[in-house]
């Protein structure tokens, strides 16, 4: 205050006591003094109101005032402004009375000195500063308390209940209360029940034994629902005197619980779904990594976390992975599949998603990936479109079959009937009739393998007890083989049975069995296995077109060169082989592979390069007990002038069938299509015994002409007959009254015996 200017209101009506005052002011040489004199009241008032002073200097006894209303009224209108009482009144209940009022000092004429006065003035003026600063500071404290959205107040504990001894307006809001109610009220009187109370006081005692905050979570029930309340209670002191009282502050946290909660579900969620959810910044760090994750790659969240995403999960770094970064810096995401490799070490490929996440101001932060493991999948798509590649490859073989079954049974029945018309022939032409009989047959066969791989061969079936089959093929192995290559059998003592054609099977496991053998040409190990296997819901999942069931597992195993994989895709394909030429036509896996179809079964390959191969063939289990021995065939027999309709396209067909019919004493008409043989029906319907129909004919195919016969004569007897048809195209031409079946191209034996059979 040295070079300060301190203005003084001087309210005196003795203009002597005002010149005494404004020497000993003149005198003080380190303060400035300004002082404004007046000698009424009612003019002190309105200088308080025009300006500011530093001090005022007031005498109780005035003209237009007497005693302590002097200053009451003076205090009231500059109230921030320290009075000192400079009276002629030596009273010293009056001066007690002006101090408590809020006089700074009580002076008395006649005993004041120059710098008695200053000391007074000075003090009175720095206690009047401190005191409105600690007004101040109070009243912005007081502001902040009563705005502060959090609930704040004092309480101590009273009969094991808590008391409000004070509370600002955030906590009257909560309770939707008035102040003045909780104000010194219990918490058992604004609606806290017992379990809330008793919490906090065990938290309050906590704060008071340990002098220092304690915070805790408080559920508080309203009619809307649960509240979760956070309260900080600490010790309350003053000038080092502990208090039994404590301070508290209290947060409603409600909606950062339901936050938390939604967070967790949130977080469960990823937890359960099957995709792998992981967050790296924009250096490949990992910074979140899900269950699912931990699932498909067998990291932990532990062992990814930070790690650098590339080196973890990456053998090689993929010329894709670039381009994909860039794609969603620039557009915010990008998609695609990926080779990526587990903690394991094993190869699997995932369908990738990529989300590029932004931060407050949009700048990139982080890429949020979506991983889907799609190894199983990409296996099944591969197993289906090898099934349509083979399916397809077997309509065209069908359809090349169904022609040539055409060409070459003409040529068969020829050849047979020459033998019957020339039997007297010398031995050379005979000799010729026999290698034309021959070849037709080879030939026969040749397109009955393809067929088998086409459409399957259904065969004769009965219930098989494969051991013995295996046991015979073993034999003939023993004694073709060479002695380089060992021979093992094992079988299940308990194997079940099969339904199916022992021809066939036979044939399948000695296709097998000679390419085990011309794999191992140094020799080797040939292994025949056979035992039962349940397959379940799992195993039949990823193997197209499997069905769960019991089955009979025949496994030829070889210990040869193996097969490379670019061929394993192509060796059931008819024609397909790596023989040179001359040693195979191709035709024995594809034979195989429709074989072990027609029988419900399905075939597995497993080979490795210089390891050897294994096929596993898959035949549906019965329960039907073992056959020992097979029905004798019947002997082809003439006939006895019955009258047979032949029904086929093919010229060559109807004229061979119809010459070898007449030669063993049958009769004949034939029909080009199924509209020409309904009305030759219609015609000779009494006399015809039977009708031979081909089901591949142009203008009406055999099932309708069929359908239409069975309208005329509900009892006719028909033998179908076809170079192809499906297993349910018979199933339902036998509905329709089909007797029997004939498949091209057959001898003259097989239609004899099936018009025998049949008439």
């Avoid at 000391?119 to 109070?138: F, H």
């Avoid at 209940?161 to 109610?181: G, M, W």
């Avoid at 670019?566 to 001359?582: M, S």
């Amino acid at each position: 205050m040295t070079n300060d200017k301190i203005k003084v209101l001087l309210v005196e009506d003795n203009p002597g006591d005002v010149r005494l005052l404004r020497e000993f002011l003149w005198d003080v040489t380190s303060v400035q003094f300004e002082l404004m004199p007046v000698d009424k009241l009612f003019q002190a008032l309105n200088c308080i109101k025009q300006d500011n002073f530093d001090v005022i200097l007031l005498d109780l006894v005035l003209p237009d005032s007497q005693g302590l209303n002097t200053f009451i009224n003076t205090h009231i209108h500059a109230p921030k402004t320290p009075i000192i009482v400079l009276t002629g009144i030596n009273d010293e209940t009056l001066a007690l009375q002006a101090m408590q009022k809020g006089a700074q000092d009580y002076l008395v004429k006649g005993q004041v000195t120059g710098d008695l006065l200053v000391r007074s003035m000075r003090y009175a003026i720095q206690r009047q500063r401190s005191e409105n600063a600690l007004r101040d500071s109070e009243s912005t404290l007081r502001s902040f308390y009563d705005s502060a959205a959090m609930m704040m107040g004092i309480v101590e504990l009273i009969d094991n209940d808590i008391l409000f001894v004070s509370c600002n307006t955030a906590t009257a809001k909560f309770y939707h209360l008035p102040l003045e109610a909780i104000q010194n009220k219990r918490a058992s009187e604004i609606g806290w029940e017992q379990q809330q109370i008793e919490i906090w006081i065990q938290h309050y005692k906590k704060a008071l034994y340990a002098q220092s905050p304690v915070k805790f979570e408080l559920p508080y029930p309203t009619i809307n629902g649960q509240k979760f309340l956070s309260v900080t209670t600490c010790p309350v002191s003053a000038g080092g005197i502990k208090s039994e009282r404590v301070s508290f502050i209290i947060e409603d946290i409600s909606e950062n619980k339901l936050a938390q909660e939604r967070i967790l579900e949130q977080a469960a969620l990823l937890d359960v779904t099957i995709d792998g959810i992981f967050v790296r910044d924009l250096n490949n760090n990992i910074l979140f990594w899900n269950k699912a994750a931990e699932n498909i790659y067998g990291f932990s969240t532990e062992e990814a976390h930070g790690k650098n995403e590339i080196k973890l999960l990456y053998k090689e770094v993929p010329a894709e992975l670039e381009i994909a970064f860039d794609s969603v810096i620039n557009k915010g995401n990008w998609q695609g599949e990926l080779n990526k490799v587990t903690k394991t070490g094993k190869d699997i490929l995932v369908e990738s998603r990529w989300t590029l996440v932004r931060d407050e101001l949009g700048q990139p932060k982080s890429i949020l990936t979506v991983d889907t493991d799609i190894t199983e999948k990409k296996r099944l798509e591969w197993q289906f479109f090898r099934a349509q590649r083979l399916e397809s490859i077997g309509t065209l073989a069908s359809g090349i079959a169904h022609d040539l079954n055409n060409i070459l049974t003409p040529i068969l029945a020829t050849a047979q009937l020459l033998r019957v018309k020339f039997p007297d022939v010398d031995d050379r032409t005979q000799h010729i009739f026999e290698i034309l009989e021959d070849s037709a047959k080879r030939g026969a066969e040749l397109v009955k393998q393809v067929l088998s791989f086409a459409r399957g061969v259904e065969g004769k079936r009965v219930s098989l007890q494969l051991r013995h089959l295996i046991r015979d093929v073993a034999k003939i192995l023993r004694q073709t083989f060479p002695k380089s290559i060992e021979l093992c059998i094992d079988i299940s003592s308990n194997l079940w049975m099969v339904c199916g054609d022992s021809t066939q099977l036979h044939q399948v496991l000695m296709n097998l069995c000679v390419n085990a053998r011309d794999a191992m040409p140094e020799g080797g190990t040939l292994t025949i296995l056979a035992e039962n296997r349940v397959i379940d819901e799992h195993y039949s999942k990823m193997h197209l077109g499997v069905t769960p069931g019991s089955f009979i597992v025949i496994t030829v195993a070889d210990s040869g060169v193996g097969i490379p994989a670019e061929n394993i895709d192509r060796i059931f394909e008819p024609f397909f082989t790596t023989k040179q030429v001359g040693n195979g036509t191709g035709l024995g896996l594809s034979t195989t592979l429709g074989i072990v179809k027609s029988h419900g079964g399905f075939v597995n390959v497993y080979s490795e390069v210089g390891s050897g191969t294994q096929f596993q063939l898959y035949l549906p289990a019965t329960v039907e007990t073992e056959i020992q021995s097979l029905p004798n065939e019947f002997i082809p027999l003439s006939g006895n002038g019955e009258l047979v309709l032949i029904v086929d396209d093919e010229t060559s067909i109807q004229e061979i069938t119809k010459a070898s019919l007449e030669s063993h004493n049958y009769k004949t008409l034939t029909a080009c299509d199924g509209i020409e043989a309904i009305a030759l029906y219609a015609q000779y319907r009494h006399s015809i015994n039977i009708v031979l129909m081909d089901m591949m004919m142009p203008s009406m195919d055999g099932l309708t002409a069929i359908r239409a016969l069975q309208k005329i004569n509900p009892d006719v007897k028909i033998i179908a007959s076809s170079g192809l048809i499906s297993s349910c195209k018979l199933a339902e031409a036998s509905n329709e009254g089909v007797k029997s079946f004939l498949s091209k191209p057959y001898t003259l034996k097989e239609l004899l015996n099936t018009l025998q059979q049949v008439i």
